[in-house]
């Protein structure tokens, strides 16, 4: 952006937080663009999954990028004797697919609306949850979806789907006056004391002050000390704020995968 103030909005943007707004090119009518940037709806109390959820269900095959052969591909064959993993698909990524993939898993899509018997009903052995846009407190359909499936398969939560395991778990979020986007964010692994590197692009976090006391915070933002990650073991359940899948970006938080296929084979937490 050039031809504006930069730093006078950067000023802005840090003292009253995130705000709505337009970029336009041309010739623009200048108070045309801040009436319409006012009457634009805020993030809260918005559901925006089902504008980017897939429609119908459908079977993953694809793995990671292997250099000089492309993205790896799996035959239905190759896939069968593998453990099932049933993503709920609020707005997923294609590198998160192709990582449960590699991981040792079967995947299955399905919509964003999906109830807990009709996940169930796969008789899956582990549940994803995805990331995606929008208020989390808002996704009610979700929320309790996944409190239906909770401590009956093992389950991992990214992003979104980290702060909808939250509210199924009984800890609710907050906006951020600020989101966390773009990468070089400091996260520190409670468990370890490992900082990780970490890509993010949310603007919602889960309020540190109502997590249950049977709830591991596992891991912390160190720019803000917001939460970056939960635990529940007894329920089998752990998810991220941040996306350890992000490609390009730094692979730091993969092992997050191996966690869940080792969770789902009753190896680890």
Same mark, same amino acid.
């Given at each position: 952006?050039?031809?504006? =103030?930069?730093? $006078? @909005? #950067?000023l802005?943007?840090r003292?009253?937080?995130?705000?709505? /707004?337009?970029?336009? +090119? &041309?010739?623009? =009518?200048g108070? $045309? @663009? #801040?009436?319409?940037?006012?009457?634009?709806?805020?993030?809260? /109390?918005?559901?925006? +999954? &089902?504008?980017v959820t897939?429609?119908?269900?459908?079977?993953w095959?694809?793995?990671?990028?292997k250099?000089?052969?492309?993205?790896a591909?799996?035959?239905?064959?190759?896939?069968?004797?593998?453990?099932?993993c049933?993503?709920l698909?609020?707005?997923?990524?294609?590198?998160?697919?192709?990582?449960?993939?590699?991981?040792?898993?079967?995947?299955?899509?399905?919509?964003g609306?999906a109830?807990?018997?009709e996940?169930?009903?796969?008789s899956?052995?582990?549940?994803?949850?995805?990331?995606g846009?929008?208020?989390?407190?808002?996704v009610?359909h979700?929320i309790?979806?996944?409190?239906?499936?909770?401590?009956?398969?093992?389950?991992?939560g990214?992003?979104?789907g980290?702060?909808?395991?939250?509210h199924?778990?009984?800890?609710?979020?907050f906006?951020?006056?600020?989101?966390?986007?773009g990468?070089n964010?400091p996260?520190?692994n409670?468990?370890?004391g490992?900082?990780?590197?970490?890509?993010?692009?949310h603007?919602f976090?889960?309020?540190a002050?109502?997590?249950p006391?049977d709830?591991r915070?596992?891991h912390?933002?160190?720019?803000?000390?917001?939460?970056?990650?939960?635990?529940?073991?007894e329920?089998?359940?752990f998810?991220?704020?941040?996306?350890?899948?992000?490609?390009?970006?730094?692979?730091?938080?993969q092992?997050?995968?191996?966690r869940?296929?080792?969770?789902?084979?009753?190896?680890?937490?």
């Amino acid at each position: 952006i050039t031809g504006i =103030d930069t730093r $006078a @909005l #950067v000023l802005l943007l840090r003292t009253k937080g995130a705000q709505m /707004g337009i970029i336009a +090119t &041309g010739e623009q =009518d200048g108070d $045309a @663009l #801040v009436d319409r940037a006012r009457k634009l709806h805020s993030m809260d /109390g918005l559901d925006l +999954t &089902g504008d980017v959820t897939t429609k119908r269900a459908y079977d993953w095959s694809q793995g990671t990028w292997k250099p000089g052969l492309g993205y790896a591909e799996y035959t239905p064959e190759q896939l069968a004797s593998r453990p099932l993993c049933v993503a709920l698909d609020w707005g997923i990524k294609y590198n998160i697919l192709r990582l449960l993939t590699e991981n040792g898993f079967r995947v299955k899509v399905l919509p964003g609306s999906a109830s807990a018997e009709e996940i169930l009903a796969l008789s899956p052995d582990g549940v994803f949850l995805s990331n995606g846009p929008g208020d989390p407190a808002a996704v009610r359909h979700g929320i309790k979806a996944v409190q239906g499936v909770l401590g009956k398969k093992p389950v991992f939560g990214i992003c979104l789907g980290h702060q909808i395991l939250g509210h199924a778990l009984g800890a609710p979020t907050f906006k951020l006056k600020f989101g966390h986007r773009g990468g070089n964010h400091p996260v520190r692994n409670e468990l370890t004391g490992k900082v990780e590197i970490t890509v993010q692009n949310h603007g919602f976090a889960t309020q540190a002050d109502t997590v249950p006391s049977d709830v591991r915070i596992t891991h912390m933002n160190l720019n803000d000390n917001t939460i970056e990650g939960l635990e529940s073991p007894e329920l089998r359940a752990f998810s991220v704020q941040y996306h350890p899948e992000s490609s390009p970006g730094p692979h730091d938080a993969q092992y997050l995968f191996k966690r869940f296929r080792d969770l789902v084979e009753g190896k680890g937490r």
